[in-house]
């Protein structure tokens, strides 16, 4: 009712529009046929002097019978996005071979190009495109964020980073250590989680210390980047599943995330960080019928609507302190971090379609597994770090032992533009012997001074 | 209606312009702080982001500061690129539209200065480089008066009622600083001219307002630390021009420059280059006056 209103009234307002365009009497014809021929005349000989200046400026000699192209105005390089590109060269020294995901000695992990540049007075847009070998070209972040929200509220819409847990924020090549510490690698990706969607947050300080709650809604949780989850069931069961109707059909089957962070200065040289996150959404996990001839192995026995998988909820609670110290005076040559997060996903062991014949079974992880870590870094020297990890991640049902980790680094920055990392891994994998990892990063970043992680 | 009434009203009191209460005046730098507290008096409150003995090019992104601009109605920053490891985050986590680029409170002092050393070809192979332009000019005090004569116009523009208040604080301070200045005319006489040595490009305004002769830098180019082979020229250039100081902000460290010292027989001389970066310099006149003679005494 309302919107036919609404249209009646647009309706009438470009009448009216239209007929207080038209000439309204005779009379006046004839009087606007002469401004307009006076303005016709007026026109052309505007063009005339115009084509004169251009032919006194053109050079004498066009060559071919071909015209130039008119060379651009330069612009007002403020106008254009700031472009940063960072390299990501990672060298794999391992006794037992590579131990990279592309399996190569060397590799050019990735190439990161940022854009970004403030839209109008409203919003900034940040893009960034992630091109590796194995990939291609990848959104890695696309996003504009509001500037002007009132109450400390900012809104953001696209592809970023999960505001879950502390090192998921940060770019793999921003990292203090070579890759994303396993318990996110396992929980939220092996390039850290992020989202499509809209993230919400806002500021404020009622007792009188840094308070943040940042919200999400976005397409899925986890959206791991590159697909890895099908990967994974397309590698276990040779299928990956579909549903009978997409997650996002209906509201609860988008992800959500919540964070909530309260930082302290407890002096001048020394803060703290404690927040707590928590995330949800359904995904797609496959379901199958054992083949009668290879026991232990599915394949796709259909449910009543075709489906080869159900829809679980995985949800994924956690939390994450940050202590570091940084002398103002001597900051250039002193500075220690500790930072420690612990996580924990509980899946869901959803209900099968009916009419499956016997033997059909879920195959998507139901246990619940933790996650944490707990990194150190001291400073040396100005250009000279060292730093150590330790990862755990707790064992599920069909592995041997619990997943650890033990790693130390050395970080040597000939300049804020680039960085050297050596690295040295010991793996206890949750299946087969230990590995040890030697691997030498080096990160280049060139363009516009970039901010400095904090 | 009345909730129409009730938005009505907030909406107007976001825009409307600021009456009785102080302004809230944030500043990246201790100079700008204490410039602004001079002009501004009792109708402003101003806090500062770095500390005068922290190298203003590295201060850490703490979610604390963006509480402080969050509030902010003025944010004044050095500008030229000094701030802009950490500025952006902060402005970005601040969410204040008052203080982002071309906002009532976005306030670059470095637009009424007269900047050195503009470099528009520069690239990262010259080191840490600001192709806009030196920006340690608050070290000239003709500099310091420009800035408090802008500050002097974004206070009464955002605060009409304070706008005489303002123009005789400024008219005083600036009083102050030719009075500040005809009193080092000693020390400035035995400062022209003379060879030193700086630590880094900081002191190119300073060099302006004393004429002292820098004659070479610790660094071999802005931000990267020296080589051997820097050092041993760096030797040989001060042998030959007979520089007797090595100047150095507090924030570095003294390794380099007392090797130096010790193969050439010049003394270093770790001179505050802001507000608050030693005991006993609590202002920016106090600032000026202490660099001055300091100086002066170890060219003596």
Redesign the interface.
């Known amino acids: 009712m309302r919107t036919g209103f609404l249209s009646g009234v647009l309706i009438a307002l470009a009448g009216t529009a239209a007929t207080a365009q038209q000439p309204d009497t005779t009379a006046r014809r004839d009087s606007t046929a002469r401004a307009d021929s006076i303005a016709r005349a007026d026109s052309i000989r505007l063009v005339r002097e115009l084509e004169r200046i251009r032919g006194e400026a053109r050079p004498p000699h066009v060559m071919g019978g071909m015209i130039p192209a008119q060379p651009q105005q330069p612009s007002n390089p403020g106008l254009n996005p700031s472009i940063s590109v960072v390299g990501d060269i990672v060298v794999d020294a391992s006794p037992d071979g590579s131990t990279l995901e592309s399996a190569r000695r060397f590799d050019m992990r990735e190439v990161e190009l940022a854009l970004g540049a ?1 839209v109008d ?1 409203y919003f ?1 847009g940040d893009f960034i495109l992630g091109l590796s070998d194995e990939e291609g070209i990848a959104i890695e972040e696309g996003y504009l ?1 509001t ?4 109450w ?3 809104l953001r819409v696209g592809r970023f980073h999960l505001p879950f847990g502390k090192q998921n924020t940060t770019h793999r090549a921003e990292l203090h250590t070579i890759e994303y510490p396993y318990t996110i690698q396992r929980l939220l990706g092996d390039h850290g989680g992020k989202g499509t969607g809209l993230a919400l947050s806002k ?1 404020f ?1 009622p007792f009188g ?2 308070q ?1 709650l940042q919200l999400t809604a976005i397409e899925r949780f986890p959206e791991a980047h590159g697909h890895e989850h099908e990967d994974e069931h397309v590698e276990e069961h040779g299928f990956e599943g579909v549903p009978a109707e997409p997650p996002n059909r209906t509201l609860e089957g988008l992800g959500y995330t919540a964070r909530f ?1 309260n ?1 302290w ?1 407890i002096g ?1 040289a020394t ?1 703290f ?1 404690l927040s707590f996150s928590a995330g949800t959404g359904r995904i797609a996990e496959p379901f199958g019928c054992e083949a009668e001839l290879t026991p232990g192995h599915f394949d796709p026995c259909p449910g009543p609507r075709g489906e080869t998988a159900v829809l679980a909820r995985q949800s994924l609670v956690g939390g994450d302190v940050t202590f ?1 110290w ?1 002398p ?6 002193r500075s220690f971090i500790f930072q420690a997060e612990v996580m924990r996903q509980h899946n869901e062991d959803p209900a099968l379609p009916a009419g499956l014949p016997p033997g059909a079974a879920y195959l998507g992880p139901i246990e619940e597994t933790t996650g944490l870590y707990a990194f150190g870094r001291w400073q040396l020297s ?2 000279l770090f060292v730093g150590a990890r330790y990862d755990w991640v707790e064992a599920s049902t069909d592995v041997e032992r619990d997943f650890s980790a033990i790693s130390g680094y050395l970080q040597f920055f000939p ?3 680039s960085k050297m990392v050596l690295g040295y891994e010991n793996l206890r994998p949750d299946v087969g012997d230990r590995v040890n990892r030697l691997l030498l990063q080096m990160t280049i970043a ?1 363009g ?2 970039r ?2 992680p ?1 | 209606m009345n909730r129409l009434v009730l938005i009505g009203a907030a909406v107007a009191a976001l825009g409307a312009p600021l009456s009785a209460q102080q302004l809230r005046i944030v500043t990246s730098t201790t100079d700008l702080h204490d410039i602004a507290h001079v002009v501004g008096g009792n109708r402003i409150t101003a806090n500062h982001i770095a500390a005068g003995y922290q190298d203003p090019h590295f201060v850490e992104a703490k979610p604390s500061f963006a509480l402080q601009l969050a509030k902010a109605d003025v944010f004044a920053y050095v500008g030229l690129d000094l701030e802009v490891g950490w500025m952006p985050s902060l402005l970005d986590a601040a969410r204040n539209r008052r203080i982002n680029r071309g906002g009532s409170g976005d306030v670059d002092a470095s637009r009424v200065i007269p900047v050195l050393d503009v470099q528009p070809n520069a690239d990262r192979s010259m080191g840490d480089v600001h192709p806009r332009g030196n920006p340690h000019y608050w070290l000239h005090p003709e500099n310091g008066k420009r800035i408090a004569r802008l500050f002097r116009d974004k206070f009464s523009e955002l605060d009409a009622a304070g706008a005489s208040t303002y123009r005789a604080n400024t008219a005083r301070f600036e009083a102050r600083i030719d009075s500040t200045v005809r009193a080092l005319a000693p020390q400035l006489a035995a400062i022209r001219d003379q060879p030193v040595v700086a630590y880094h490009t900081s002191w190119r305004y300073f060099q302006d307002f004393t004429g002292m002769n820098i004659v070479g830098f610790v660094e071999p180019k802005p931000g990267v630390p020296p080589s051997a082979s820097h050092l041993a020229g760096l030797i040989q250039q001060m042998k030959r021009t007979k520089a007797k100081v090595i100047i150095m902000e507090p924030f570095y460290d003294r390794k380099m420059p007392d090797f130096v010292a010790r193969n050439t027989g010049a003394k270093v001389l770790v001179l505050p280059p802001s507000v608050e970066a030693v005991k006993g310099v609590d202002s920016y006149l106090e600032l000026i006056d202490y660099d001055v003679r300091r100086l002066a005494e170890a060219l003596r």
């Open positions: 403030n007075p900034r964020t500037t002007s929200l009132p400390q509220l900012q500021i300080s210390f840094y943040e962070r930082y200065d001048e803060n960080e570091r940084r103002l005076q001597q900051g250039l040559y100005r250009r300049s804020e533009f060139i516009p001074h901010p400095h904090f």
